[in-house]
Every structure is written in C-alpha cells, then in structure tokens.
C-alpha cells in the first residue's frame, strides 16, 4: 500500500468529519482508488475496515468507479467478518444493485455471478450473527433483487419473520416496511 493511502487510512476514525476527509483524499487522487479496494479486503490490514468505511464515502459520489473491479470486490465479500467493514459494504452492495437496476445516471452493471456473490453473502449476512445495520442493508438489497429472482422474496420473508421477534426496533421497522411491500 501507498504510504500516502496508508497515511489517510491511519487518520480515519470512526468521526464522519474524518471518514469523509478520507474519501475527499481518494477523489482528490483517484490513483489510489484500486489499492483502496484491495485494502479493504485485505484483513491482514490493520486499517481495512477504515479502508471501507472510506469506499463508503467514495461510492456515495463515484460509485461507477468500482466498475472495473467489480469480479473483485464481489468474489471479496465473503472474507469480511469484522462488523465495522461489513456495515459499509452491505451499504456498497445496496448501493450496486440499485444503480444496476435503476439504470441511474450511474451506470453499474453486475454479472451473474457478481448477482449471486452478493445474494448469497447478504443471505449469509441476515442468518449469521450480524450487527443491525448490516442486517438492514443485506434486506434491502435482497428485496431489491427479489423483484428479479423470484425465489428471493419468499426466503427473506421467512427469514424476516422468524427473526422477527428477537431483533432491535431497527431491524423491526425495516421488516415491517419490506413484508409489507413483498406482500
């Protein structure tokens, strides 16, 4: 890794202010965007999950820009297991798949089995003991999809049901939101 994307990855901390001076670092240098995306799946990193927190923030203004390694980051997904990575990627992933079906001013376009990297993961993700807003991301994303695979929707409707009783008032409210839209 770069010293100086190392340097930017050693200030962030979990402060928005400094997230977003990380990401602003990565526009201002858009060279360092792929050695990004490599150290936010490398978990031998000390920094990778403040690696993703700053993709986070990237993806927000040029998410097109994980175009090209989109075999990549989606064939990666299944490697995070900190929480604090896997929140801004479950974010990423619902930020991917409605750009690729939206067809937004950001164009994304997913492969197959790019498709089915991200639903397995986000299923992996609502069945393992994930934090919330994990949780929340991987459903949202997985209702996406569901409205092109029509197994989807079924199977997260049970998994939202079942797991219904046991999860935070966050995790309720966005079942309740997306049982109703699936029903």
């Given at each position: 890794m770069s010293s100086e994307l190392q340097k930017t990855l050693d200030y962030v901390n979990a402060y928005r202010e400094n997230r977003l001076k990380g990401a602003q670092s990565v526009l201002e240098n858009p060279d360092y965007f792929t050695e990004l995306i490599f150290a936010c799946f490398d978990i031998s990193n000390k920094n990778y999950h403040k690696a993703c927190w700053v993709l986070e923030f990237v993806s927000y203004e040029k998410l097109e820009w994980?175009?090209?390694?989109?075999?990549?980051?989606?064939?990666?997904?299944?490697?995070?297991?900190?929480?604090?990575?896997?929140?801004?990627?479950?974010?990423?992933?619902?930020?991917?798949?409605?750009?690729?079906?939206?067809?937004?001013?950001?164009i994304i376009t997913l492969s197959?089995?790019?498709l089915?990297?991200?639903?397995?993961?986000?299923?992996?993700?609502?069945?393992?003991?994930?934090?919330v807003a994990a949780k929340a991301y991987a459903m949202r994303t997985l209702y996406i999809l569901g409205k092109q695979y029509d197994w989807i929707h079924p199977e997260?409707?049970?998994?939202?049901?079942?797991?219904?009783?046991?999860?935070?008032?966050?995790?309720?409210?966005v079942a309740r939101e997306l049982l109703k839209k699936i029903k």
């Open positions: 994980l175009q090209p390694h989109l075999n990549f980051f989606c064939s990666s997904l299944k490697k995070l297991k900190d929480e604090s990575a896997i929140r801004p990627i479950a974010k990423i992933c619902q930020l991917l798949v409605t750009a690729h079906y939206k067809k937004s001013e950001t197959e089995t790019q089915q990297d991200i639903i397995e993961t986000c299923f992996d993700w609502l069945i393992t003991d994930t934090k997260l409707q049970i998994i939202m049901t079942k797991d219904y009783a046991n999860h935070t008032a966050a995790y309720k409210a």
